[in-house]
């Protein structure tokens, strides 16, 4: 139909032509603008009262006065006609003097020495699904696929003891600071409380109606929250195994769950793409984030700075407590991201469905290491897949949990310097993107 007339370009709309100036001129020159205009009724409002256009002339009118102190300031010093050509109004005291609007630069990013393998633990005979390090930084408790819990010795790699009792893949272990206890769930809708004095399970928390997939411990109360397959985030008292709270909302599994002390005291990722900040005593929602497009299935908390980072396959957004204000994009890492880990010295790591690993600076979001974990000899190439990362207390160590079966632990390079592994760093213009 209009093969005729493709080469001619539209009419332009002088209406629109319009609007988008004054829209342009308002948003740029705005406060210049109304300056001026005070500017101009200063001077006639002095003018109709018989006054001086001058320095420190005022009239008897306190709204005068008030308009005059809003005259912008001259190169000179003298309020006047100010030949200034910046773009932002700052006012400062009773004078408002006006200062040129930069464009924000992204701040450099610091250096972090790269991390390299040193450790590959075999023992487990099926995924590695879950990672806990203990209070005392000696040993640390796997989960897998193969239904049992292994605990490690961290210094040497070496395994201390298996604890059987589940019926299905482990999803979640937790180690509490302040009890000899272990916590651990499961695809078999089992929540377990060990006893590691007697290497035992001395308690259950039923409840869950599908798979439980992550577990995470209240630092300063005792109680345990879990969510699974039933949409549900479950607080339960450790000692008197009740659900505190049913915690609904999510209209999807519940990946990942984790706890802090301040408020919001228990952050939820799910896989119907948004993130859940809960109000524990209430036992409700506090904020829902719904800027992910694709399902949440990490979570991690810094353990120094009061904030958060969410991962999912399209994004890793970092965001602000209390109420989730969003702070930028980690953009890169295009894959299923099922695990996040962050230490106190700012490095972020994030671990994929197909092996990779990308280490990023916490403060400006700069990607400076990217790994692909080798399988293991004999595996399949496709069985590369990274199912949980965890850092010791220290953040020196990183261990992480593998579909070859592997435990692979990962510590910085202490032969690496500024200038052996310079930052590959290019001043852009910050965009932070929402979405």
Same mark, same amino acid.
């Not at 000692?239 to 228990?266: F, I, L, S, Y």
């Not at 990023?360 to 399988?375: E, K, L, M, S």
């Not at 692979?408 to 930052?423: R, V």
């Given at each position: 139909?209009?093969?005729?007339?493709?080469?001619?370009?539209?009419?332009?709309?002088?209406?629109?032509?319009?609007?988008?100036?004054?829209?342009?001129?308002?948003?740029?020159?705005?406060?210049?603008?109304?300056?001026?205009?005070?500017?101009?009724?200063?001077?006639?409002?002095?003018?109709?009262?018989?006054?001086?256009?001058?320095?420190?002339?005022?009239?008897?009118?306190?709204?005068?006065?008030?308009?005059?102190?809003?005259?912008?300031?001259?190169?000179?010093? *003298?309020?006047?006609?100010?030949?200034?050509?910046?773009?932002?109004?700052?006012?400062?005291?009773?004078?408002?003097?006006?200062?040129?609007?930069?464009?924000?630069?992204?701040?450099?990013?610091?250096?972090?020495?790269?991390?390299?393998?040193?450790?590959?633990?075999?023992?487990?005979?099926?995924?590695?699904?879950?990672?806990?390090?203990?209070?005392?930084?000696?040993?640390?408790?796997?989960?897998?696929?193969?239904?049992?819990?292994?605990?490690?010795?961290?210094?040497?790699?070496?395994?201390?003891?298996?604890?059987?009792?589940?019926?299905?893949?482990?999803?979640?272990?937790?180690?509490?600071?302040?009890?000899?206890?272990?916590?651990?769930?499961?695809?078999?809708?089992?929540?377990?409380?060990?006893?590691?004095?007697?290497?035992?399970?001395?308690?259950?928390?039923?409840?869950?109606?599908?798979?439980?997939?992550?577990?995470?411990?209240?630092?300063?109360?005792?109680?345990?929250?879990?969510?699974?397959?039933?949409?549900?985030?479950?607080?339960?008292?450790?000692?008197?195994?009740?659900?505190?709270?049913?915690?609904?909302?999510?209209?999807?599994?519940?990946?990942? *769950?984790?706890?802090?002390?301040?408020?919001?005291? *228990?952050?939820?990722?799910?896989?119907?793409?948004?993130?859940?900040?809960?109000?524990?005593?209430?036992?409700?929602?506090?904020?829902?984030?719904?800027?992910?497009?694709?399902?949440?299935?990490?979570?991690?908390?810094?353990?120094?700075?009061?904030?958060?980072?969410?991962?999912?396959?399209?994004?890793?957004?970092?965001?602000?407590?209390?109420?989730?204000?969003?702070?930028?994009?980690?953009?890169?890492?295009?894959?299923?991201?099922?695990?996040?880990?962050?230490?106190?010295?700012?490095?972020?790591?994030?671990?994929?469905?197909?092996?990779?690993?990308?280490?990023?600076?916490?403060?400006?979001?700069?990607?400076?290491?990217?790994?692909?974990?080798?399988?293991?000899?004999?595996?399949?190439?496709?069985?590369?897949?990274?199912?949980?990362?965890?850092?010791?207390?220290?953040?020196?160590?990183?261990?992480?949990?593998?579909?070859?079966?592997?435990?692979?632990?990962?510590?910085?390079?202490?032969?690496?310097?500024?200038?052996?592994?310079?930052?590959?760093?290019?001043?852009?213009?910050?965009?932070?993107?929402?979405?």
């Amino acid at each position: 139909m209009f093969l005729s007339d493709q080469g001619n370009a539209p009419d332009h709309d002088k209406t629109s032509d319009k609007v988008r100036a004054a829209v342009k001129v308002h948003d740029e020159y705005g406060p210049v603008k109304e300056a001026a205009v005070r500017e101009s009724q200063a001077k006639q409002r002095l003018i109709a009262g018989g006054g001086d256009v001058g320095v420190g002339s005022h009239t008897g009118d306190a709204d005068s006065s008030r308009s005059d102190a809003l005259v912008p300031l001259s190169n000179d010093g *003298v309020r006047g006609e100010g030949n200034s050509r910046a773009l932002v109004a700052v006012n400062i005291g009773q004078q408002q003097m006006l200062v040129p609007k930069k464009a924000q630069t992204m701040p450099k990013p610091n250096w972090h020495p790269p991390w390299k393998l040193y450790r590959v633990i075999s023992g487990h005979i099926g995924w590695v699904r879950c990672l806990a390090v203990e209070p005392g930084n000696e040993w640390f408790c796997s989960g897998a696929a193969d239904r049992v819990i292994k605990i490690w010795d961290l210094a040497s790699g070496t395994l201390k003891l298996t604890l059987t009792g589940h019926v299905s893949t482990v999803r979640g272990v937790a180690v509490s600071a302040r009890q000899p206890y272990l916590f651990s769930c499961g695809e078999d809708k089992m929540v377990k409380c060990w006893d590691l004095e007697q290497n035992k399970t001395i308690r259950h928390y039923h409840g869950h109606l599908s798979a439980c997939y992550a577990l995470a411990l209240h630092p300063t109360i005792d109680i345990l929250t879990t969510c699974g397959r039933d949409g549900t985030v479950r607080v339960w008292d450790i000692r008197t195994k009740a659900c505190v709270h049913t915690m609904t909302g999510h209209t999807n599994t519940v990946a990942d *769950v984790k706890c802090q002390a301040p408020e919001p005291q *228990v952050i939820s990722g799910s896989h119907d793409c948004t993130v859940r900040l809960w109000d524990l005593a209430m036992g409700r929602t506090r904020v829902t984030l719904t800027n992910h497009k694709k399902s949440v299935r990490a979570v991690a908390i810094h353990p120094v700075q009061y904030s958060f980072a969410s991962g999912s396959p399209d994004n890793i957004k970092q965001w602000k407590f209390p109420d989730g204000n969003f702070m930028q994009n980690l953009s890169g890492h295009n894959s299923i991201i099922n695990s996040l880990a962050c230490n106190s010295d700012g490095v972020l790591v994030s671990a994929a469905d197909n092996g990779s690993m990308y280490f990023w600076d916490w403060r400006t979001g700069y990607n400076f290491q990217r790994i692909q974990a080798a399988v293991q000899p004999g595996s399949i190439h496709s069985e590369a897949g990274i199912f949980t990362l965890q850092f010791d207390h220290s953040g020196s160590r990183l261990i992480t949990g593998e579909t070859d079966k592997t435990i692979k632990i990962y510590k910085e390079d202490e032969t690496a310097t500024e200038e052996t592994h310079p930052i590959n760093w290019r001043p852009d213009i910050y965009r932070k993107k929402k979405y």
